[in-house]
């Protein structure tokens, strides 16, 4: 595998406790990236004097420092997105120079095991129809890994692919957005739960931030043309998870207000897609349901018809 076939970008901010992790563990990968830009985002601990640390020693990594005023997006919560991807456009637009075929998304608060990028990018070059992946997200706690539902942590995008859907939309769940653009263009979106992603910033979120969190997640569903029934059903099934049953009705009162805000940020052609999409999953699960309730009747139908001996 060619060492030019791929760059990384990462938006920091005040990582100083994990980003030296993330930098050993790219430096030790099998297969170098030829750029690494890291954008630190008007970071106010040592963040910054570590990557220039990394920087003097790896001809590869280029530290970017962003000041902010006071105009610029805070990080409260719910308003992190648009911060991190137009740290992420600025370290992109270091890159205008560089040749590559596929482009990483990192955050500055994981690792991943030396070999990661070579088995990606193979199965990337095996298959041109990915148009991004990743691997499975492990949250690293005391030692223990407890596994993550969210993918955004490390994106992998074909360059071509990245192109065609324009970069990264500045709202909340920009990885998620980004999947549903790859999948409209006809591309293909692939997780590979060998390859693990630790994740080290992991937090003893407060009850109060855990209610907040679910209502955002919903008002994000109605962001990105989620369907009333794809989210009924959804926060059904989320009923068993913590924060039990209330996380579920927050999820649910969030997507409620998104609707009657009315409030937009992807296109109604992309809106259109998802909604489709999601009635083409829930027809297919319908329709292997019923097939199963219809075989099961018809055996206990047989049964009773010939009984045994």
Known sequence: MNQTCYVIVTAAYNEAPYIETTLRSVISQTVLPAAWIIASDGSTDQTDDIIKRFEALHPFITYVRIDHGPDDPSLRFGQVASRKVGAVNCALSRLSTVQYDYLCILDADISIDPPFFERLLKRCECDPTIGVSTGRIYNVFANKLAPHSGGGAL???RNECFRAIGGLTPAGHEDTIAAIM???MGWHAERYSDLPIYHHKVQNIRWTRRFKAKYYLGAYDHLHGDILLWEFLRCIKETI?????LGSCLRFCGYVTGIISGRQVLSSKVRRFVRDEQYRKI???LGHSLHSLVTFAT???SRTRHPRD
């Open 299 to 301: 055996s206990q139908a």
């Open 182 to 184: 790859v999948r409209m």
């Open 241 to 245: 998870d913590t924060p039990y049953l």
């Open 283 to 285: 027809r297919t699960v």
């Open 155 to 157: 994106l992998l995008f």
